[in-house]
């Protein structure tokens, strides 16, 4: 079964940077395109980043342009999610997503269980 499995989160001080990233289970992955969604309790999901599967063409939420980095490595299967400047909205458990296509669209085929980043002041 395909899976995707989200690390690097944890607790960091505002200002600060976390890599956050996410391992892809099989190579067929190397063709989808991926992308991160946050979720703060009590609230609704929502997109962060997104990119292509030849990692050229990344796509930005208005509030994390320019603090945020997506990337990825298609010989390791993983993507991730470089994260400048924390501030405390970015407290959240963030969830890695694919689509079975070659760029970006919604809604996401697959979903990670999420990893924790929570900032501090």
């Known amino acids: 079964q395909a899976d995707l499995v989200e690390s690097g989160g944890g607790f960091v001080q505002a200002a600060g940077s976390l890599r956050l990233s996410c391992a892809a289970s099989?190579?067929?992955?190397?063709?989808?395109?991926m992308g991160w969604f946050r979720q703060v309790y009590g609230k609704e999901r929502e997109f962060v980043a997104a990119?292509?599967?030849?990692?050229?063409?990344?796509l930005y939420a208005a509030p994390v342009k320019g603090r945020f980095t997506i990337s990825r490595d298609n010989a390791k299967i993983t993507v991730y999610l470089q994260i400048n400047n924390l501030n405390l909205d970015d407290t959240a458990i963030y969830y890695c997503?694919?689509?079975?296509?070659?760029?970006?669209?919604?809604?996401?085929?697959?979903w990670g269980r999420g990893t924790q980043v929570f900032v501090s002041s």
């Open positions: 997503a694919a689509v079975r296509r070659l760029y970006w669209s919604l809604p996401p085929d697959y």
């Open positions: 099989e190579p067929q992955f190397r063709t989808y395109a």
């Open positions: 990119i292509d599967w030849t990692g050229e063409k990344p």
